[in-house]
């Protein structure tokens, strides 16, 4: 599973953090996951709280909170200027499972639906990051 | 504080590899991906090696065409991340094509940063040796390949025809990479036709005080070996790249 990729490279992170701080707990952290990412949420939260009693058993280091945050995906015409969001396309499965891997994949299945262009910016919704 | 959680997912899924290879030339069409391929093929064919391959040419991948592979066809295998396409019980691919498959997409710096750092935080490797097919050029892949991987366990191989343009091309990016302590491997010949070229080569290599790596021959209908039958030319090619692949095998063991 993708979530579980993602899932993991979270508490690694987390847990490469705290050792470098000399800690143990980390209080609370936010986690931003970006639209285009595709995310079953109950399977990456299984997959995190799962990760974190592991970071527990074999690093004693010990996450107390997470929150998920979603964020919707947005795009700006590098062309034209236009923006939109991803509700304003239509995708099929085959590219939404796509862009759910590698965003950027997004270049070849979605065009400016003002200009036409395949040149544009991903604005928001992007990716998984971690907010502390 | 924002954090990118990639770092430390691209760094654990990198650790296992013994070794990375990087095939690099600015020039565009000199063989990069054909060497590539043949590299590998020798390696998993000839040395039991277990290799994995990395097509790092985002907007226009090849190597699978190389390899035979039709990647319309093909369903992404996913356990815990990503599974490489496997091409033969010692040889695995990953491949943009894996995710777009026949259209191109056109992507600017930041982007390909982001794709290439997309790949490899969730690619779950199976192999000993990273091959890396790079575009032409030197640029955006190559910097993000320089920044991520671990220059001690890498070897880049530069590639050139004997042509006067791409031979000039591959000066200049030696110099480069040789002015900033790259791991650069030596330099290896594609499409030479005889020994004049094959000394071109050489005396290139060994101005820039480089190994030579020795020359792939100019093969006629080439691209009727393209998949599985790239066995069958293998025993024409080896004996003329025989110290290239050396360098890797001995990279290999460490
Ligand atoms: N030894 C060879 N003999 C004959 N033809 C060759 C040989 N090597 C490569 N070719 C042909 O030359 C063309 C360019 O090869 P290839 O795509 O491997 O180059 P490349 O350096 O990867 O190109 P690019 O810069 O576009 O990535 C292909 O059509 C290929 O089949
Ligand atoms: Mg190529
Ligand atoms: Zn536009």
């Known amino acids: 599973m993708h979530e579980w990729a993602l899932a993991e490279s979270i508490i690694l992170t987390l847990v490469e953090k705290a050792k470098s701080e000399n800690k143990n707990v980390i209080e609370s952290v936010e986690i931003v996951v970006g639209e285009l990412q595709g995310i079953d949420i109950e399977v990456f939260e299984f997959a995190l709280n799962e990760l974190r009693n592991l970071a527990k058993e074999e690093n004693n280091i010990i996450i107390k909170n997470f929150r998920i945050v979603e964020e919707k995906a947005s795009f700006r015409c590098n062309r034209c200027g236009y923006v939109w969001k991803l509700d304003d396309t239509s995708l099929s499965a085959e590219a939404r499972e796509s862009i759910h891997f590698i965003p950027e994949a997004a270049h070849g299945f979605i065009q400016c639906p003002k200009c036409g262009s395949h040149d544009f910016e991903i604005v928001s919704g992007r990716g998984v990051y971690i907010r502390l | ?254």
């Open chain 2, 1 to 254: 504080m924002a954090i990118d959680p990639r770092a430390a997912a691209i760094k654990k899924n990198l650790e296992k590899f013994d070794a990375f290879v990087a095939v690099m030339s600015s020039k565009g069409g000199v063989g990069k991906t054909f060497s590539v391929a043949i590299l590998a093929y020798i390696l998993a064919n000839n040395y039991d090696v277990s290799v994995s391959l990395l097509d790092m040419d985002l907007t226009n991948p090849t190597l699978h065409m190389v390899l035979g592979l039709d990647m319309k066809s093909v369903k992404i295998e996913e356990e815990k991340g990503i599974r490489p396409f496997k091409v033969s019980a010692k040889m695995e691919l990953m491949t943009m094509a894996y995710f777009v498959q026949e259209s191109s997409i056109p992507l600017r710096g930041k982007e390909i940063e982001n794709a290439v750092r997309e790949i490899l935080s969730i690619t779950k490797w199976n192999g000993n040796i990273l091959l890396v097919d790079m575009p032409p050029g030197f640029s955006d892949s190559h910097l993000e390949f320089l920044r991520l991987f671990t220059l001690s366990k890498t070897l880049i191989i530069l590639v050139t025809t004997p042509q006067l343009l791409a031979l000039k091309s591959v000066e200049k990016l030696a110099i480069s990479l040789l002015q900033e302590r790259a791991p650069v491997a030596g330099i290896m010949g594609n499409m030479c036709m005889d020994v004049s070229e094959d000394e071109k080569i050489r005396k290139t290599a060994t101005q820039l005080n480089l190994d030579y790596l020795g020359c792939i021959p100019y093969i006629a209908g080439i691209e009727n070996y393209y998949g599985s039958r790239l066995a069958e030319i293998i025993h024409r090619i080896e004996p003329s790249i025989k110290k290239a692949v050396e360098v890797i095998v001995k990279r290999g063991k460490r």
